[in-house]
């Protein structure tokens, strides 16, 4: 029987020694600083030899750990090449799970510029509201979070905020929505949770009544009741984005509200193997920065 460490800290040793950082290493494996700290001790006491020099913040690799790093970095390449070959066998379509209104108001209006560039790759798309973990139903995922998913790699697409829009005939009046005071007019329309409206109004210091209006609980709905003049939303931008390019919403203050959570596309990292989702994933940051 092989005598083996324990293989989370053979993970954060490599990735720790190949940035010579903790920091770095745990962006990589999406974990905190001190649990790579803690793993890389673990092996350290595994061992029985330092595996880094320690100098404050800097590190270095020890004569062994530089030795240990080499022989590592090799068995993880032929790790990742012999699952690559495996998953080979069962690659199919391209599968991505993504949140319903980030589909509906954003990827939806832009795939065909992806068909275009990339018809060899046989897309399908599922959208959920469901929390992804990576397993083996999806390839990959567009979620809404603050950047970390345990054991998946994370790539930004877009921070979100929130301001108020409606429609062009709504905002010219009457009554005229000129400052965020006269909202108190308006109907407003509400998304989940129902508590964004509030943390809005004390951003834009004023009062308003914010138990009238309907309710939604996906945020394209809110967006499309808005371009039907429905009512005032608190539009996510991100989300909104096209519809006020083209003018079927219009933002009524520049004042806007921070959203904590951003979108981003989630994947394992073996999945970077797959053509498929290497230029799907390239394709979608493209079209990100130019949103």
């Given at each position: 029987?092989?005598?083996?460490?324990?293989?989370?800290?053979?993970?954060?040793?490599?990735?720790?020694?190949?940035?010579?950082?903790?920091?770095?290493?745990?962006?990589?494996?999406?974990?905190?600083?001190?649990?790579?700290?803690?793993?890389?001790?673990?092996?350290?006491?595994?061992?029985?030899?330092?595996?880094?020099?320690?100098?404050?913040?800097?590190?270095?690799?020890?004569?062994?750990?530089?030795?240990?790093?080499?022989?590592?970095?090799?068995?993880?390449?032929?790790?990742?090449?012999?699952?690559?070959?495996?998953?080979?066998?069962?690659?199919?379509?391209?599968?991505?799970?993504?949140?319903?209104?980030?589909?509906?108001?954003?990827?939806?209006?832009?795939?065909?510029?992806?068909?275009?560039?990339?018809?060899?790759?046989?897309?399908?798309?599922?959208?959920?509201?469901?929390t992804w973990d990576g397993r083996d139903e999806f390839d990959a995922g567009i979620r809404s979070g603050l950047g970390r998913w345990p054991g998946l790699k994370a790539d930004l697409l877009a921070r979100e905020s929130l301001s108020p829009v409606c429609s062009p005939a709504l905002a010219q009046g009457p009554p005229l929505l000129?400052?965020?005071?006269?909202?108190?007019?308006?109907?407003?329309?509400?998304?989940?949770?129902?508590?964004?409206?509030?943390?809005?109004?004390?951003?834009?210091?004023?009062?308003?009544?914010?138990?009238?209006?309907?309710?939604?609980?996906?945020?394209?709905?809110?967006?499309?009741?808005?371009?039907?003049?429905?009512?005032?939303?608190?539009?996510?931008?991100?989300?909104?984005?096209?519809?006020?390019?083209?003018?079927?919403?219009?933002?009524?203050?520049?004042?806007?509200?921070?959203?904590?959570?951003?979108?981003?596309?989630?994947?394992?990292?073996?999945?970077?193997?797959?053509?498929?989702?290497?230029?799907?994933?390239?394709?979608?940051?493209?079209?990100?920065?130019?949103?």
């Amino acid at each position: 029987m092989r005598r083996l460490p324990p293989l989370g800290a053979l993970r954060a040793f490599e990735a720790a020694a190949r940035h010579l950082s903790f920091t770095r290493a745990a962006g990589e494996l999406c974990v905190t600083q001190a649990a790579i700290s803690h793993q890389v001790r673990q092996l350290e006491d595994w061992l029985g030899e330092p595996m880094f020099t320690r100098r404050g913040h800097a590190l270095t690799l020890t004569r062994k750990g530089a030795s240990y790093l080499a022989e590592l970095s090799l068995a993880f390449d032929r790790i990742a090449e012999a699952t690559g070959q495996v998953r080979k066998a069962r690659e199919g379509p391209l599968r991505i799970t993504v949140l319903p209104s980030f589909a509906s108001r954003w990827l939806l209006p832009r795939l065909p510029a992806f068909r275009a560039r990339h018809p060899e790759v046989d897309l399908r798309v599922t959208s959920s509201l469901e929390t992804w973990d990576g397993r083996d139903e999806f390839d990959a995922g567009i979620r809404s979070g603050l950047g970390r998913w345990p054991g998946l790699k994370a790539d930004l697409l877009a921070r979100e905020s929130l301001s108020p829009v409606c429609s062009p005939a709504l905002a010219q009046g009457p009554p005229l929505l000129a400052e965020p005071a006269d909202l108190v007019a308006a109907p407003l329309l509400h998304d989940q949770p129902r508590a964004a409206w509030e943390q809005w109004c004390r951003h834009a210091n004023v009062s308003l009544d914010l138990s009238q209006g309907p309710a939604f609980n996906d945020s394209a709905l809110v967006l499309q009741a808005a371009v039907e003049g429905q009512g005032v939303a608190l539009g996510r931008l991100t989300l909104a984005g096209d519809d006020l390019r083209k003018g079927r919403l219009v933002r009524l203050f520049d004042l806007a509200l921070p959203n904590d959570y951003s979108y981003w596309i989630v994947y394992p990292r073996l999945a970077t193997q797959r053509p498929d989702l290497v230029a799907f994933r390239r394709w979608l940051l493209e079209e990100a920065r130019r949103a």
